[in-house]
């Protein structure tokens, strides 16, 4: 009950960018499109599943694209031009990464065991630097800008997810069902998605969430 719930849950920063509008920040578009793909992903595993046919080889085909999409978002938060372009590089060291382990490691079959938990690694240090990097550099309390609520969420979920695909992996090895695990980790993912959520909505009073009264110039709207 739990895991269809954060499905669901999925939807609450969409609706939060809704509510937001024209006001929305470049990062937080891409954090709503990240999660309008996750929902739309996890329906179409849920739909898999209930049509007795394998579903585990979808995570692999979108891994590279939500990964992207992270990278995207933190990079324009940086207060530096040189990080900035540093966690963009990432973006296409990883998609060679992925796709490398596709090829000759990988298993569609089964979870990921190499792509994914790379992926998890990599936005999990990116979110937990700039959660430290802008905290120690913004005028504003951190807890009323987006970056911080969302940088959070993103910490707390990619965590879970560097477990999670490993331990399933065995369970589904050892032919046990792990309700209780995945459970769990709907719990913890509905606590994600809703500091997310949080984050969107404080760019109602605190737009482009700039961590001093300029923007860096690759934050402006065009």
Same mark, same amino acid.
């Given at each position: 009950?739990?895991?269809?719930?954060?499905?669901?849950?999925?939807?609450?920063?969409?609706?939060?960018?809704?509510?937001?509008?024209?006001?929305?920040?470049?990062?937080?578009?891409?954090?709503?499109?990240?999660?309008?793909?996750?929902?739309?992903?996890?329906?179409?595993?849920?739909?898999?599943?209930?049509?007795?046919?394998?579903?585990?080889?979808?995570?692999?085909?979108?891994?590279?694209?939500?990964?992207?999409?992270?990278?995207?978002?933190?990079?324009?938060?940086?207060?530096?031009?040189?990080?900035?372009?540093?966690?963009?590089?990432?973006?296409?060291?990883?998609?060679?990464?992925?796709?490398? $382990?596709?090829?000759?490691?990988?298993?569609?079959?089964? @979870?990921? #065991?190499?792509? !994914?938990? +790379? *992926?998890? /690694?990599?936005?999990?240090?990116?979110?937990?630097?700039?959660?430290?990097?802008?905290?120690?550099?913004?005028?504003?309390?951190?807890?009323?800008?987006?970056?911080?609520?969302?940088?959070?969420?993103?910490?707390?979920?990619?965590?879970?997810?560097?477990?999670?695909?490993?331990?399933?992996?065995? $369970?589904?090895?050892?032919?046990?069902?792990?309700?209780? @695990?995945? #459970?769990?980790? !709907?719990? +913890? *993912?509905? /606590?994600?998605?809703?500091?997310?959520?949080?984050?969107?909505?404080?760019?109602?009073?605190?737009?482009?969430?700039?961590?001093?009264?300029?923007?860096?110039?690759?934050?402006?709207?065009?």
């Amino acid at each position: 009950m739990v895991a269809k719930l954060a499905i669901i849950a999925e939807l609450l920063p969409v609706i939060a960018a809704l509510v937001v509008g024209r006001r929305l920040s470049r990062p937080s578009r891409l954090v709503a499109v990240l999660f309008v793909l996750w929902f739309c992903e996890d329906l179409a595993t849920e739909l898999l599943f209930h049509l007795h046919h394998s579903n585990n080889w979808l995570p692999h085909l979108t891994m590279p694209f939500e990964a992207a999409l992270l990278l995207w978002a933190f990079s324009l938060w940086q207060d530096s031009e040189v990080t900035r372009r540093a966690i963009l590089l990432a973006v296409p060291i990883y998609v060679v990464v992925w796709l490398v $382990l596709q090829l000759f490691v990988e298993s569609l079959d089964r @979870l990921s #065991q190499y792509a !994914g938990p +790379v *992926s998890y /690694l990599l936005v999990l240090g990116v979110a937990a630097f700039t959660l430290v990097s802008k905290s120690a550099r913004t005028t504003l309390p951190g807890w009323r800008q987006p970056w911080f609520w969302i940088s959070a969420g993103m910490i707390i979920d990619m965590g879970s997810q560097v477990a999670l695909n490993p331990i399933s992996n065995i $369970l589904i090895a050892t032919h046990q069902r792990g309700f209780a @695990l995945y #459970q769990a980790y !709907g719990a +913890v *993912s509905i /606590l994600s998605y809703s500091l997310t959520t949080w984050g969107i909505l404080c760019e109602r009073r605190h737009p482009s969430s700039g961590g001093s009264s300029s923007l860096p110039p690759w934050q402006l709207e065009s």
